[in-house]
């Protein structure tokens, strides 16, 4: 079946670091890919999303391209901030309307 | 936010006692989901639906059941609780537009089996 992988976490990292959370996925077709992100004690936000290849989500200054030929799905930031700590989730769309995530990634940000 | 209502948002319950979560929307979408989020394991599907009485089993569907008699309200039943279920429950709801649309998610609800 599909599935996604992320990196292990935590990540722990200092403010204005620059920040990657690798995830890749397997699946049938082109599926959409998303980033979800949650603070404690909330459910998941949607953080950005690609509906296809060589598409590039971006919000908040998280960036993220979908790559078919390494079926890769990266979140990037340049210069990550305190409010920055949660933890993320990788996702994809497929076919049948399920939508399957990664086991997440802890964020830590220091001052 | 979108118009996404879980309850309770938490419960206590004993082994062997069935529980109802249940899922409200304000927002006419299609699709709806159930989730459990447990330390390690990320998000797993429970089940989820794709329109009034359609369901469909996710990964970890084995000890549950949903229903789902009106498009606003999906509810999941633990027809026996266990310990094993002890975790936080998430519901999504998504629109119908293809793959262009994304979930949202509600507060969830923390239920302890005990």
């Known amino acids: 079946g599909n599935s996604v992988t992320q990196m292990e976490g935590p990540v722990t990292l200092s403010e204005e670091a620059f920040l990657t959370i690798n995830c890749t996925y397997t699946?049938?077709?082109?599926?959409?890919l998303f980033w979800y992100v949650q603070y404690p004690g909330e459910g998941l936000q949607l953080l950005l999303k690609?509906?296809?290849?060589?598409d590039k989500g971006s919000n908040k200054g998280f960036e993220a391209t979908y790559r078919k030929e390494t079926t890769s799905f990266h979140l990037e930031k340049g210069s990550v901030q305190v409010s920055d700590s949660a933890v993320y989730f990788c996702?994809?769309?497929?076919?049948?309307?399920?939508?399957?995530f990664g086991k997440g990634t802890r964020l830590h940000i220091l001052p | 936010d979108a118009g996404i209502t879980q309850s309770p948002r938490h419960k206590v319950t004993e082994t062997g006692t069935p529980v109802t979560l249940r899922c409200h929307q304000t927002?006419?979408?299609?699709?709806m989901y159930w989730y459990r989020q447990d330390p390690g394991h990320g998000l797993r599907l429970i089940h989820y639906?794709?329109?009034?009485?359609?369901?469909d089993k996710g990964e970890v569907s084995d000890g549950y059941s949903v229903s789902r008699s009106k498009t606003e309200d999906f509810l999941l039943t633990l027809e026996s609780a266990t310990s094993s279920q002890t975790s936080v429950y998430f519901c999504?709801?998504?629109?119908?537009?293809?793959?262009?649309?994304?979930?949202?998610f509600g507060q969830g609800t923390r239920l302890t089996v005990v």
């Open positions: 999504a709801i998504r629109s119908l537009g293809g793959t262009n649309t994304e979930a949202f």
């Open positions: 699946a049938t077709g082109y599926p959409s």
């Open positions: 690609a509906t296809k290849a060589d």
């Open positions: 996702a994809l769309l497929e076919i049948d309307d399920k939508i399957i």
């Open positions: 927002e006419n979408h299609r699709y």
């Open positions: 639906s794709y329109g009034v009485k359609d369901t």
